[in-house]
């Protein structure tokens, strides 16, 4: 499990609380951010149907290292604030939701030429 600098920021340390603030009792995250960051950052990357679908026309199946290049290249798109991302491998392109950690579509390397990828706020090539 990896945890980033931010995450552990976000945790309010017991000699860090002002006065008047409520304590922190062990075992009890102080915000939901953080539990909600770290759930995140343990799912697995989902593929959309229409992505399998994609997938199956281009006649690939990813191998398992190339689904966890995948999922770390959306934790990074994540760390940086991304809600949309492309994707670039060396054959395959995939839009991905990072929010939902869901690839909503892919595209093969033949099909890439002069393609437009639109609604997306950042690209990681991996």
Same mark, same amino acid.
């Given at each position: 499990?990896?945890?980033?600098?931010?995450?552990?920021?976000?945790?309010?340390?017991?000699?860090?609380?002002?006065?008047?603030?409520?304590?922190?009792?062990?075992?009890?995250?102080?915000?939901?951010?953080?539990?909600? /960051?770290?759930?995140?950052?343990? +799912?697995?990357?989902?593929?959309?149907?229409?992505?399998?679908?994609?997938? @199956?026309? *281009? $006649? &690939?199946?990813?191998?398992?290292?190339?689904?966890?290049?995948?999922?770390?290249?959306?934790?990074?798109? /994540?760390?940086?604030?991304?809600? +949309?991302?492309?994707?670039?491998?060396?054959?395959?392109?995939?839009?991905? @939701?990072? *929010? $939902? &950690?869901?690839?909503?579509?892919?595209?093969?390397?033949?099909?890439?030429?002069?393609?437009?990828?639109?609604?997306?706020?950042?690209?990681?090539?991996?």
């Amino acid at each position: 499990m990896r945890c980033t600098i931010t995450m552990i920021e976000k945790i309010r340390k017991p000699d860090n609380i002002t006065p008047g603030a409520r304590p922190v009792t062990p075992g009890r995250v102080p915000n939901d951010t953080f539990r909600t /960051a770290l759930a995140q950052e343990m +799912q697995p990357v989902k593929f959309s149907g229409h992505a399998q679908q994609r997938l @199956s026309q *281009a $006649n &690939r199946v990813l191998t398992p290292s190339e689904v966890s290049r995948v999922e770390q290249a959306v934790g990074k798109a /994540a760390a940086k604030g991304s809600s +949309q991302s492309l994707v670039l491998m060396q054959d395959l392109a995939l839009v991905v @939701s990072v *929010a $939902n &950690r869901t690839v909503v579509t892919c595209v093969a390397q033949e099909r890439m030429r002069e393609n437009v990828f639109t609604q997306i706020d950042s690209a990681v090539i991996i």
